[in-house]
C-alpha cells in the first residue's frame, strides 16, 4: 500500500471508532437524578413512625429530599384515601407498600 493510502485507511478507522464510541456511550443515571426523575414524577404519602416508610426512605439515601411526600400525620388532610403508608401515587394510580426504586424507575418512567 502506498503511504497516502495508508494515513487515509487510519483516519477512517479513527472516525469509524469515534462515531462508535459517541453513538454508543451508556447513559449514566445518578442515584441523584433518579430520585429527582421519582419526586417529580410521583408523590409518596408517608407518616411519622411507619417503619416501612423509614425502610422506603432509606432507600434514597442523601436523596430523599428530591421525593414528593406528604406526612400523613402532620397533614391528614391531604390523605383522605390513603389507608395504608407508605403510599406512592404514579400516573393517577395508587402502589401501597415499600417499592423498590427499579420498579419506582419503571412505573415513573425514569
Not at 449514566?28 to 430520585?35: F, N, S
Not at 439515601?61 to 403510599?87: M, Q, R
Request: glycine content about 6%; aromatic content about 10%.
Amino acid at each position: 500500500m502506498k503511504k497516502s493510502n495508508l494515513i487515509t485507511f487510519g483516519i477512517i478507522i479513527l472516525v469509524i471508532i469515534f462515531a462508535i464510541v459517541i453513538i454508543r456511550k451508556p447513559t449514566q443515571t445518578t442515584e441523584e437524578e433518579v430520585a429527582k426523575c421519582i419526586g417529580e414524577n410521583s408523590v409518596i404519602y408517608v407518616q411519622l413512625g411507619c417503619h416501612a416508610c423509614e425502610t422506603q426512605e432509606k432507600m434514597f439515601g442523601n436523596y430523599t429530599s428530591y421525593l414528593n411526600k406528604i406526612d400523613c400525620f402532620y397533614e391528614k388532610n391531604k390523605c383522605p384515601n390513603i389507608d395504608a403508608t407508605p403510599t406512592w401515587i404514579i400516573k393517577g394510580q395508587s402502589y401501597v407498600g415499600v417499592q423498590s426504586i427499579e420498579k419506582l424507575k419503571e412505573l415513573t418512567g425514569c
